[in-house]
């Protein structure tokens, strides 16, 4: 998408686009089944403890990542394989930044209703089953962390979990928008902004969110900041 949209040209081959369009769905749905997944890990951390080395042996976690990244790849040949076969009576323009799925819809000169369908039907299945799994996996973190009596061990459990709830609340809120919802009740303007939130913006936070709960990140942050404020300082003297 980047190389896309470097110059005045915002062109892409049909080629590029069909790759662009498979690989985005595929990443897209492992994102979806891998927060899943470190829910059940974060779970396992806060609910049972003492049986943590055991429950998430790397046997297990080995088979939980081959099958989010197996499942993925067919829902992605799947949905992005329908709307393919659409005919688009030479339509050419894509108004959009990237070749994604409901903008290849959109540009569909039959109707689409079926393809539709087909999307909500699988959007539910990838989107909202891990979601649900999310949401009962937190409801078991609550219960433990209210039945701690320790304020520190409730702060490190909420520590545990802070990171994953705000990017899960980030990526989730702008892919159900995006998927789970009719088609034309959403400006175009609207899902190109979305779709570049959770593309760009979304991943870019990620490493920030994640590694600002490691003391160590937090020491070399401040530390940074530290070092800035007295070169202005200094600067301004």
């Known amino acids: 998408m980047l190389v896309n949209l470097w110059g005045p040209e915002k062109t892409i081959s ?21 927060l899943a997944i470190m829910s059940y890990d974060r779970f396992t951390a806060v609910c049972k403890p003492l049986h943590y080395l055991v429950i998430m042996s790397p046997n297990l976690c080995l088979r939980m990542i081959i099958m989010a990244w197996s499942i993925s790849l067919a829902n992605s040949v799947v ?4 709307t393919l076969n659409l005919p688009r009576c030479g339509n050419k323009l894509l108004d959009h930044f990237l070749c994604e799925l409901p903008a290849m819809i959109k540009i569909a000169c039959v109707d689409t209703t079926t393809v539709e369908m087909s999307v909500f039907a699988l959007g539910i299945v990838i989107v909202l089953t891990p979601l649900t799994f999310i949401l009962i996996s937190y409801g078991y973190i609550v219960k433990a962390v209210i039945r701690m009596k320790s304020k520190a061990g ?21 892919i159900i928008y995006m998927y789970l919802q009719p088609g034309s009740s959403a400006s175009k303007d609207q899902g190109k902004f979305l779709t570049l939130f959770y593309t760009i913006v979304t991943p870019s936070l990620n490493p920030l969110i994640y590694t600002l709960r ?16 007295e070169s202005a300082k200094g600067k301004r003297s």
Request: net charge positive.
């Open 79 to 82: 949905l992005c394989t329908l």
């Open 154 to 174: 409730q702060r490190k459990a909420m520590n545990t979990c802070g990171s994953h709830l705000t990017v899960v609340s980030i990526f989730y809120g702008t």
């Open 14 to 34: 049909y080629a590029g686009c069909i790759i662009q369009l498979y690989v985005y769905m595929w990443l897209g749905s492992v994102e979806c089944l891998l």
């Open 214 to 229: 490691n003391k160590d990140m937090k020491g070399a942050l401040k530390k940074l900041l530290g070092s800035h404020h």
